[in-house]
């Protein structure tokens, strides 16, 4: 393997260049070859400045892979401090990305320059951790404590005009050459005899903030929604509170408590598990990463309805121009103005321009004719779940389609392999389920079936991609991944209803839990109409029948005000109550939030349990992911397979068969030899 860490010399400047693919994160040697090249900045006497620089991009922060594991030293603090301790200008020439360590690393040294591209960032908070090599104190000292913890619990990037605005940055480079630019800006400084300017000096941004006595208190208020169930905000305020009234060096020992703490918590666990997990759903281990894909420059759509537009606007968005099918004139056209209103509505928030709004309303072509999706590459067929219409729409589509063509059903439960035999190209077919609204949702279900070629995986895969979604593969069976895992989460719900625990009871364990909302709260918003449920429970086709239909339409279990506020709906509770008396159920069994949590979560623990056992889902990460994009599963608890494993696994066997439930399989042999989900 080649150095990590190279350092040149040209005419007294030293260029340290970063070369560690693919994102130059601060792993152990990266560190070990900083720490190096500022011991010989320090230590030649032919060296009087040096420049930072990345191979690519300038550094993507710490080796995430590290954490979880005793890191080895020197530490990113040490290295940091090393550099910023140097008697002999040094400048980070930023090019492409600063994140976390990066924009630390950045911080350390005494002058920054930017490409007008760059972005810096300090994503931490993303990973239940915080800038912990000094970032919570350089940071304030730069911007201000302010702007600093805008940066950090957002945890978003800004660009390298906002980090000039701010003073994070003293330059940008302009369209020159970075290098070139940072080289002159270094031989300047090495020429300029006055003090190098340290940001763990620097006080007059925290003088204004201490004068400042409503600081922190309106920050955590700002944040308080946001912060809610989060340790490593409050964390990170705590740390800047230190920075603006401590010196440097005890503001430091702060900041190492704390971040201590947040690394070996659960959260950071959790997190850095889904930052992985999301990055290994496209890897499909039989299809090898260099299968080729087919190029797909047209798609047809069959069905304008809330999903068939929702799935045109995917494509339009980057440029694939669709061609829309609907069978009457009538569906087509209010299928249109939704997408005309959709992005109208986009662009009144400032988020889209006229210009974008026309060129992707021109990429969509509604028509009447399926023979119209003859050229397309690839056609998605959105219509209505039954098996008699798919019959004929794929055989059709067999008929019309060219030959390579991708052929797609968006069903949510049905038999991808049933639907491939209605043509005579079951390899070209699969699975493309969208998650409602479709335009919106960052999660695609790519199903695949028994003859599905890896060709048209790969594809899938990378279009995926390309329209901005995560891809979980999963294999065919009754609601694939995403609504096989919820099915008992909303069935249990509503028998915990039946048995007499109330809505705003279950509703308010599953958002302390941290759902955004409750299971029943989501049936009335996902529409009571367009579930089904097997078996006794029959509450939400009861209030269908009295026209209640959720939030959309009347209200469901509750009634809504004109501000969307809900009260649970006296028809609702005539309905349960109905339900009780025919199925002599006495309707006084009330529950603890902690045993709705886990009445709740652990049959859906077992059902992941079941689907990954069967091989429908690759990865107990791929469960993980199709529940937090799919259902909002919080994010912090790393999806339901990770939970499960901090949570034990011997516990939920124990659980599940007290409640009457068989543990699956795998879920009793993990629990029996201490095993887990994630290997
Ligand atoms: N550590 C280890 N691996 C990383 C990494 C990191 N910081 N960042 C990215 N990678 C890996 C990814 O896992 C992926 O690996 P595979 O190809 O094996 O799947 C590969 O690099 C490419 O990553 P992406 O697919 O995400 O590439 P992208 O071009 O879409 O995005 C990126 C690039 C914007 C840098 C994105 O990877 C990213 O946001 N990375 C994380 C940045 C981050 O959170 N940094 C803070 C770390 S914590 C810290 O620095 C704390 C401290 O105090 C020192």
């Given amino acids: 393997m080649q150095d990590p860490v190279t350092l040149t010399v040209k005419n007294g400047i030293a260029t340290v260049l970063i070369d560690n693919p693919p994102v130059n994160a601060l792993g152990h040697q990266v560190r070990v070859g900083l720490r190096d090249a500022a011991a010989r900045i320090g230590d030649d006497t032919q060296i009087r400045a040096a420049v930072i620089m990345g191979r690519s991009r300038f550094s993507a922060g710490a080796d995430i892979r590290e954490f979880g594991s005793d890191i080895a030293g020197p530490s990113h603090s040490e290295v940091f401090n090393q550099i910023e301790g140097l008697m002999k200008p040094v400048v980070a020439a930023i090019d492409v990305t600063a994140l976390g360590g990066g924009a630390e690393l950045a911080m350390a040294c005494h002058y920054r320059i930017a490409t007008p591209t760059a972005r810096i960032g300090f994503p931490e908070v993303k990973l239940g951790i915080l800038p912990g090599a000094g970032g919570t104190q350089r940071l304030p000292r730069l911007i201000g404590a302010e702007a600093a913890l805008d940066m950090m619990l957002s945890g978003k990037p800004i660009t390298a005009a906002k980090a000039l605005e701010l003073g994070l940055v003293d330059k940008l480079s302009g369209d020159a050459d970075l290098l070139a630019q940072a080289l002159r800006l270094a031989t300047e400084m090495m020429n300029f005899d006055s003090p190098l300017p340290r940001s763990s000096t620097r006080d ?106 929702g799935i045109a606007m995917n494509f339009a968005n980057v440029g694939i121009p669709v061609t829309m099918v609907e069978v009457k004139a009538e569906a087509l056209d209010r299928g249109l103005s939704v997408i005309i209103r959709n992005y109208e509505n986009t662009a009144a928030k400032g988020k889209l321009t006229q210009e974008q709004v026309d060129r992707r309303l021109s990429a969509i072509t509604g028509t009447l004719a399926m023979d119209d999706l003859a050229h397309c590459d690839l056609i998605i067929e959105a219509v209505f779940e039954s098996m008699e219409i798919k019959e004929q729409v794929f055989s059709q589509l067999d008929r019309i389609a060219k030959p ?22 079951p390899d070209d077919v699969l699975g493309l389920h969208f998650f409602s609204p479709a ?95 097997p078996g006794e429970i029959k509450l939400t086709e009861e209030l269908v029948k009295q026209e209640r239909r959720g939030q959309k339409l009347n209200g469901g279990f509750y009634d809504y005000d004109d501000r969307r506020r809900a009260t649970p709906s006296p028809a609702a509770l005539a309905v349960i109550d109905d339900v009780r008396q ?42 993980d992911v199709t529940a937090i994009l799919g259902y909002n599963w919080p994010d912090f608890t790393g999806g339901p397979m990770c939970w499960a494993d901090q949570h034990g696994l011997a516990r939920i066997v124990d659980g599940l068969k007290k409640m009457g439930h068989t543990p699956a399989p795998l879920l009793t042999r993990l629990a029996r030899e201490g095993g887990s989900f994630s290997g």
């Fill in 204 to 309: 007059a941004r925290i003088k204004e903030d201490r004068a400042d006595k409503e600081l922190f208190a309106r920050i955590r208020s700002r944040n308080a929604r946001a912060m809610r169930h989060l340790l490593a905000p409050e964390a990170i305020i705590r740390c800047v509170e230190a920075a603006v009234t401590l010196p440097f060096e005890e503001g430091v020992r702060v900041e190492k408590a704390e971040s201590g703490r947040l690394m070996a918590s659960d959260q950071a666990k959790a997190l850095s598990h889904v930052f992985f997990a999301m990055r290994q759903t496209a890897k499909i281990p039989d299809v090898p990463a260099h299968t080729p894909v087919k190029p797909i420059n047209s798609v047809g759509v069959i069905g304008a309805g809330t999903m068939g537009g």
């Fill in 404 to 425: 390579g063509a991708v052929l797609a059903s968006n069903t949510s439960f049905l038999d991808i392999d049933h639907i491939a035999g209605f043509t005579k190209r």
């Fill in 582 to 623: 025919r199925r002599g159920i006495r309707g006084d069994r009330r529950r603890q939030p902690e045993e709705i949590v886990t009445g709740l979560l652990y049959p859906v623990i077992n059902e992941g349990a079941q689907t990954l056992d069967e091989g429908i889902a690759l990865r107990s990460g791929d469960i």
């Fill in 439 to 533: 335009n919106v949702m960052p999660l695609l279900e790519v199903v695949r079936g028994e003859q599905t070629s890896n060709t048209v995986l790969a594809t899938a895969m990378k279009l995926s991609r390309q329209i901005g979604k995560t891809p979980v593969l999963a294999r065919v069976c009754d609601g694939f991944i995403a609504n096989r895992l919820m099915l008992p989460y909303l069935v249990n719900a509503q028998e915990m209803l039946v048995e007499g625990t109330s809505m705003e009871e279950i509703d308010a364990a599953m958002t302390d839990y941290g759902f955004a909302m409750g299971p029943i709260s989501l049936l009335d918003l996902v529409g009571l109409d367009v579930v089904t449920f």
